[in-house]
């Protein structure tokens, strides 16, 4: 059965500290691949994106992701991370069927960044 | 218009009531999910719509009914639920097709069952 696993459950960061968040797929076909992101009290909304072509992307926030399908990962990074990046963070991958689709999400990895 | 919207809020409700959630969205969606979340958990897709057809029930249990009376509405009918089924209740709205994946959530509808 298709999979998505992330890797930490719970991440600590001082502010300025970079992040990296693993995630890892098991499916062998072709894949396309999210990052989702739940700040405190809001929406779950999209964060980045990948479909093909450049296998880093870049999202809103400063964030990016680099898609290595040798390793079936998509890990979610950012260079200098803030006190609003506090959140939970989930990887997911689409499914496609010919009467619909749907998501598939990560355990997620609850952020927290210290001032 | 980027919003999905959720109505109510909020929502108390015993064992025997029969309630409804209901989710709008004016993004010319065609697709129209429900998930069910729990605290620090990843939703869990309930159901899926895919111009106003029922595509994927996720095996939920008949307590649960979904409704799509057009493209931009999506209800959740509730009835007999049991104290477990309390979560927040997600709606969601994508494109169908590649488009899934891209998906705009709704503030959802926070759901206990006393």
């Known amino acids: 059965a298709q999979s998505v696993s992330q890797h930490n459950h719970h991440v600590i960061l001082s502010e300025a500290a970079s992040l990296e968040l693993g995630c890892n797929y098991s499916y062998g076909g072709t894949v396309n691949l999210f990052w989702y992101v739940q700040y405190p009290g809001q929406h779950l909304q999209l964060l980045l994106k990948y479909f093909s072509g450049d296998p880093l992307v870049k999202g809103i926030k400063g964030f990016e992701a680099e898609f290595i399908k040798s390793k079936f990962s998509f890990n979610l990074r950012k260079p200098s991370v803030q006190w609003s990046d506090t959140a939970e963070y989930f990887c997911a991958v689409s499914r496609i069927y010919n009467q619909g689709g749907k998501l598939i999400f990560g355990q997620g990895t609850e952020l927290s960044v210290k001032p | 218009d980027t919003e999905v919207t959720q109505t109510p809020k909020h929502l108390v409700m015993g064992m025997t009531n029969k309630k409804s959630l209901k989710c709008e969205q004016h993004?010319?969606?065609?697709?129209m999910y429900w998930y069910k979340q729990k605290a620090k958990k990843p939703p869990e897709l309930m159901f899926v719509?895919?111009?106003?057809?029922?595509?994927i029930n996720e095996s939920v249990p008949s307590r649960f009914s979904p409704e799509c009376p057009n493209s931009s509405l999506l209800n959740l009918h509730l009835h007999a639920l049991q104290p477990e089924d309390s979560a927040l209740y997600l709606c969601?709205?994508?494109?169908?097709?590649?488009?899934?994946?891209?998906?705009?959530f709704g503030p959802g509808t926070r759901l206990t069952v006393t």
């Open positions: 719509y895919s111009y106003e057809k029922l595509s």
């Open positions: 993004m010319g969606h065609r697709a």
């Open positions: 969601a709205s994508s494109q169908p097709g590649q488009g899934v994946g891209e998906q705009y």
